[in-house]
């Protein structure tokens, strides 16, 4: 095995790197990922207990990471993270916008205050860190943007109806300031989970009916773990993919051939 192939390829060592809602689930299995292949993380969320213990699972493993607690609905905080986490590191190579919630429910019966919720997390949240992100990246002329969507940012859901087409919106972000950022040596992609057990379904999929349902829909045949969608992130962000920008990565176990499986 030549390792000094697998270290230019993969090797993220010294590059400074953040992730949003890494207090749980996907973002916590993106940030262990990063941390393990050389990254010094900064992990924001909400949640301090969570973030101490993603903290505490990333050190236990060798790795470097320093926790901010941020709510990313609110452009004030974002803003003074991003000032202080220059002031500090001087530069930011990876900016992983992850944080996001979940709302089921028809188009129809939908309500406003829940919309504006989505919208204000998945959406908002989201814009707030890559325009700031994107700044710098685009004044070093180096960087990696990963926006996290979804399965449902691809193939829209009934019962999922703002948040598919908040995901959707996503990827359209996705590809505008790839083209945007290109010229300046930056690179933005997406990554579309499917169903991955965490904080934010586990409600659902705790119930074995609902798990064995899901499960036939999945070619691979089981449910998703934040760990899958950290390595594929990590991955993405190193030089491997070097000529990679404005492409979705769907990780999710087949689910997306939903449409092409035969009916019992």
């Known amino acids: 095995m030549n390792q000094d192939y697998i270290s230019r390829t993969f090797s993220l060592e010294g590059q400074e790197a953040v992730v949003t809602g890494a207090s749980s689930g996907i973002g916590r299995g993106i940030a262990v990922s990063l941390a393990n292949l050389g990254a010094n993380v900064a992990l924001l969320g909400r949640n301090l207990e969570g973030l101490a213990q ?3 699972e990333i050190r236990e493993q060798g790795g470097s990471c320093e926790s901010y607690q941020v709510d990313v609905t609110s452009e004030e905080q974002v803003e003074r993270f991003f000032a202080e986490h220059q002031e500090k590191h001087g530069r930011m190579d990876i900016f992983v916008a992850n944080a ?3 709302y089921r429910a028809e188009l129809l019966d939908s309500q406003m205050e829940d919309i504006d919720r989505v919208i ?3 959406y908002k949240g989201t814009l707030y860190g890559v325009i ?3 700044k710098i990246m685009k004044g070093q ?3 990696n943007i990963v926006i996290i969507s979804s399965i449902n940012g691809l193939s829209a859901m009934g019962n999922l109806a703002v948040y598919s087409s908040i995901k959707y919106a996503l990827e359209g ?3 505008s300031l790839a083209a945007s950022l290109g010229p300046y040596g930056v690179r933005v992609n997406s990554c579309a989970p499917g169903v991955i057990l965490s904080n934010i379904n586990k409600n659902v999929y705790g119930k074995e009916s609902n798990l064995q349902a899901k499960l036939k829909s999945i070619p691979l045949g089981r449910i998703g773990a934040p760990c899958d969608i950290g390595d594929v992130v990590a991955s993405m962000v190193g030089n491997a993919f070097r000529f990679m920008t404005g492409t ?3 990780v999710d176990g087949g689910e997306l051939l939903r449409g092409m499986q035969k009916q019992d």
Do not use: P, Q
């Open 141 to 143: 002329k180096s960087g």
């Open 132 to 134: 700031r992100a994107g």
């Open 120 to 122: 204000n997390t998945d």
């Open 173 to 175: 972000i996705t590809r």
């Open 248 to 250: 979705t990565i769907l």
């Open 100 to 102: 996001g919630i979940n």
């Open 54 to 56: 993603t903290e505490k």
